[in-house]
């Protein structure tokens, strides 16, 4: 790891405590509580210069040989330095039933969509958020599809969507 990465997660230890993190093939990861989740990110971007986030996703660890202690979801907050060219990704971890977050749209106006796409498609729910709807698919549906126990041939659902036609020219 770099020097000025082992400052910022220095940093990061400093303000929240000893927080978990590693190192793989360059990659600098960082596990924060969630009730630090949004006080992190914006220590992260406001003191610390990640100007820019890249991604937000998360990784359903239901069936992973050994899935962490800490919770069956975990949500994964890409960010990037733009002055610097440094990557940090930044990790927390959610159960069943409390599946909430705080929005981050007031940090990076990018993490609009991407919440959204990750209330639809696994049901994490983002508190402030300024318009937390589906955006991939109909209102109608009620299960999230990348959830793993969600089953591979759907529940249905398709039959029951609404046929979009269009016209010819």
Not at 76 to 93: A, G, I, M, W
Request: charged content about 25%; glycine content about 6%; proline content about 8%.
């Amino acid at each position: 790891m770099s020097d000025e990465l082992h400052r910022v997660v220095a940093r990061l230890c400093e303000v929240f405590g000893p927080l978990r993190w590693s190192e793989f093939q360059g990659q600098t990861r960082v596990v924060i509580p969630r009730e630090h989740l949004f006080a992190a990110l914006k220590l992260l971007k406001e003191e610390l210069g990640f100007d820019m986030l890249i991604d937000v996703t998360c990784v359903d660890y239901l069936y992973y040989p050994r899935p962490p202690a800490e919770g069956r979801f975990g949500l994964v907050y890409s960010l990037l330095d733009t002055k610097r060219n440094l990557r940090v990704f930044v990790r927390t971890f959610l159960n069943l039933p409390d599946l909430e977050v705080p929005s981050v749209v007031p940090l990076w106006e990018a993490a609009n969509w991407l919440e959204r796409e990750l209330y639809d498609m696994f049901g994490i729910k983002f508190t402030g958020h300024p318009d937390l709807r589906r955006i991939l698919l109909p209102e109608g549906v009620v299960d999230h599809p990348l959830r793993k126990d969600y089953p591979l041939q759907g529940r249905g659902e398709r039959h029951n969507l609404p046929v979009i036609t269009r016209a010819e020219g």
